[in-house]
Each structure stands twice: as structure tokens, then as C-alpha cells.
């Protein structure tokens, strides 16, 4: 889908990207990660060309994005910035529309297509299609600013601290609806961001930079668990603990459960969760209940069908046993 072979940036006799080579699959989501001034946002810039490349190639389907024509490459992918980039003067509605109508997509298909995505990402049509930027709090500014970038319905997506100017609490909020909406699920994306938390929560693969190179590139497993070199694991040393609960799925953990094939109690579990599922997640989920200790949540395992039934103590006991090994 994307390839960067051998790109390095240079602002004068600064190196801001030193000779970084990388490749990204088709839907998946990778991340950028790293100390302040590493690169990583001129790293993403490049992509779309609102950074030039000084040395090396950049190829998206086949195709090097220095023989496209800025604009057209730059309508083929969707960008989010961390303060939404609304322009104040236009309605919400004008705002999503910007693309498709620049491409000249049908006026009613826009208009569907941006009521449709508001309602996806809980912006009522009714009450925010006519209304201006500045009549919204932070969170939906944000929202309109995700609709905008999906207006066209790209099949890259770019995204550059999305969630950075929002509250904690509205970040959490509007992360999680973004993980979870298929919409997202079927782009390619491309993020930068200085939450290690928000990296290990979205990333199908994390780039980590340092000093304009790639320390390390791999899965949230194998940077907590098989780190590179030292400097990923001081990286990461401070939010290891929260980070494994955030990146280990049940999956890993399936051989640590207790086998109860015959006392499985369907009755008995509130839930019933796949094994992909976090540790995180299913942490959660049981906390969603005042009576941790007895509460039971059977695990679906996703290759094979097979069920298992666990709770918070089993959980802990499995991921001690992780830890240990």
C-alpha cells in the first residue's frame, strides 16, 4: 500500500529524517512514536507532499507521489490535524463537503455521505448541520474535522495528533468511537502522536523514532516485550505495567486460563467477549460491576472457537505468569 524507501528531510544543515525505510499494509493502522523534534511529524507530512522529500522515494498503490500533481494526491488522502483546521466562515456542512465538492462528487451523494458520517460519529444532523465551528465545544469541532478528512472516503488517512488538544476525558471518549467504527477499520492510517497510552491503544504496528531514525519498528508486544535496544526500553520503562495491560489480548494469555470445559456456567457470565480483546478491556469490564471478585466472563477464542470462562483473579494470575516469563 505505502512504501518509503530511503527518505531523509533536511531544513537546512538540520537532518530532520535521516534515511528511514518503512512499509504499511492496506488497513493497517501504524503509529509514530517518539521524543519531541524526531521527525516523526515531518515523517507524515511527506506522505501527502506538504513536506518535500529531499532524498528517496515514496510509493502509495504503485505510484511515486513525486510524479502526482500535489493537489489531486492531497484530495486522495484524508488529513486530521491536532487543532481540526476548521475553516470559521463555513457551516459544518460546508466544512465535510470541501473534498467531495472539489472533486465533483454530486451535490445530494455530499450531502448524504456528511449527514452519514455525523451521524456515525454522534454529531446529530439536525441539531450541528447549519451551525459555524465556533458554536461547538472542542470534541465535536474535532468529530467534524474526522468527518471532513472521511468525506471523500479516502483510502489513506493521515492524522497528526487528532486527539492532543482535547481534555483527557473527551480524548478517551472520542479514541475509543474512533477504534470502534468500521469506517475507520477499512483505512490505512498513518498517525503521529506523543501519548505513548493512545499508541499502544490504536496501533497495529508502532514506528518509534529518535534523533530523525527508526529505533524500532514492530507491534506493541515486541516493543514492550522484545525491545530493540536500551533506549526503547527506558522509552517506555515509566508506563510498562499500564502499557502491557493495554497491548496483551486474551489470546496470549489463553494457555495461562484454567481449562473448564465441562463447569463452563453460561448463565453464570454476564458477558461473553472474543479473544482479542485487551487485557485493558476486559479489566474494565469487569470493574463495570461492583461485585468484582464474583463476576465471570466467558472468552471466545477467535481461531478456534473454544470457550473459556474467567475471572478478575484468573486474569491477574495470567498475566503474572506473563510478566514472570
Same mark, same amino acid.
Given at each position: @500500500?505505502?512504501?518509503?524507501?530511503h527518505?531523509?528531510?533536511?531544513f537546512?544543515?538540520?537532518?530532520?529524517?535521516d534515511?528511514i $525505510?518503512?512499509k504499511v499494509?492496506?488497513s493497517e493502522? %501504524?503509529?509514530f512514536?517518539?521524543?519531541s523534534g524526531?521527525?516523526k511529524?515531518?515523517?507524515?507530512?511527506m506522505? *501527502?507532499?506538504l513536506t =518535500?522529500p $529531499?532524498e528517496g522515494?515514496?510509493?502509495?498503490?504503485?505510484q511515486?507521489?513525486?510524479?502526482?500533481?500535489p493537489?489531486?494526491?492531497?484530495r486522495?488522502?484524508?488529513y486530521?490535524?491536532q487543532?481540526n483546521?476548521l475553516?470559521?466562515h463555513?457551516t459544518?456542512?460546508? *466544512?465535510?463537503?470541501?473534498v467531495p465538492?472539489?472533486?465533483?462528487?454530486?451535490?445530494?451523494?455530499t /450531502?448524504?455521505r456528511?449527514?452519514?458520517l455525523?451521524e456515525?460519529l454522534h454529531? $446529530?444532523?439536525?441539531?450541528?448541520?447549519?451551525v459555524?465551528p465556533?458554536q461547538?465545544?472542542?470534541?465535536q469541532q474535532?468529530r467534524v474535522?474526522l468527518?471532513?478528512a472521511?468525506?471523500?472516503?479516502?483510502?489513506?488517512l493521515?492524522?497528526?495528533?487528532?486527539f492532543?488538544?482535547?481534555d +483527557?476525558?473527551t480524548?478517551n471518549?472520542?479514541? !475509543?468511537e474512533?477504534?470502534?467504527?468500521d469506517e475507520f477499520?477499512?483505512? +490505512?492510517i498513518l498517525m503521529?502522536?506523543?501519548?505513548v497510552q493512545e499508541a499502544?491503544?490504536?496501533a497495529d504496528?508502532?514506528?518509534? %523514532?529518535d534523533?530523525? /531514525?527508526?529505533?524500532?519498528?514492530?507491534t506493541?508486544?515486541?516493543?514492550l516485550?522484545?525491545?530493540?535496544? =536500551?533506549?526503547?526500553?527506558n522509552?517506555? !520503562?515509566?508506563e510498562?505495567t499500564?502499557?502491557?495491560?493495554? $497491548?496483551?489480548?486474551l489470546s496470549?494469555?489463553?494457555?495461562?486460563f484454567?481449562?473448564?470445559? *465441562?463447569?463452563i456456567?453460561t448463565?453464570a457470565?454476564?458477558?461473553?467477549?472474543?479473544?482479542e480483546?485487551?487485557?485493558?478491556? +476486559? @479489566?474494565? %469490564?469487569?470493574y463495570?460491576?461492583?461485585?468484582?471478585?464474583?463476576?465471570l466472563i466467558n472468552v471466545?477464542d +477467535?481461531?478456534t472457537?473454544q470457550?473459556k470462562?474467567?475471572n478478575?483473579?484468573?486474569?491477574?494470575?495470567a @498475566?503474572n505468569s506473563? *510478566?514472570?516469563n
Open positions: @500500500m505505502i512504501s518509503v524507501e527518505v531523509s528531510k533536511y537546512g544543515d538540520i537532518k530532520a529524517v534515511d $525505510s518503512f499494509k492496506e493502522n %501504524m503509529i512514536l517518539g521524543t524526531c521527525g511529524t515531518t515523517t507524515l507530512r506522505i *501527502n507532499r =518535500e $529531499s522515494r515514496i510509493i502509495i498503490n504503485g511515486n507521489i513525486l510524479e502526482q500533481q493537489d489531486n494526491l492531497r486522495s488522502i484524508g486530521v490535524l487543532h483546521g475553516f470559521p463555513y459544518v456542512a460546508q *466544512n465535510i463537503a470541501i465538492e472539489l472533486l465533483g462528487k454530486d451535490t445530494e451523494l /450531502k448524504k456528511t449527514i452519514e455525523m456515525k454529531l $446529530s444532523p439536525d441539531k450541528y448541520l447549519n459555524y465556533d461547538l465545544s472542542g470534541g474535532q474535522g468527518a471532513r472521511l468525506a471523500a472516503d479516502p483510502p489513506v493521515l492524522m497528526d495528533e487528532p492532543g488538544a482535547l +483527557t476525558i480524548r471518549k472520542i479514541r !475509543k474512533f477504534s470502534g467504527l477499520k477499512r483505512k +490505512t503521529v502522536t506523543h501519548d499502544f491503544a490504536l504496528r508502532i514506528c518509534l %523514532m534523533k530523525g /531514525k527508526i529505533v524500532q519498528l514492530g506493541p508486544d515486541e516493543l516485550f522484545k525491545p530493540a535496544n =536500551e533506549f526503547v526500553r522509552f517506555l !520503562k515509566e510498562k499500564q502499557l502491557a495491560f493495554r $497491548s496483551v489480548k496470549r494469555l489463553w494457555s495461562l484454567p481449562d473448564n470445559p *465441562n463447569q456456567d448463565n457470565a454476564v458477558l461473553t467477549i472474543q479473544s480483546t485487551s487485557v485493558w478491556d +476486559t @479489566m474494565e %469490564m469487569f463495570d460491576e461492583i461485585t468484582v471478585d464474583e463476576k471466545v +477467535t481461531g472457537n470457550t470462562q474467567i478478575f483473579i484468573s486474569l491477574m494470575s @498475566m506473563l *510478566n514472570k
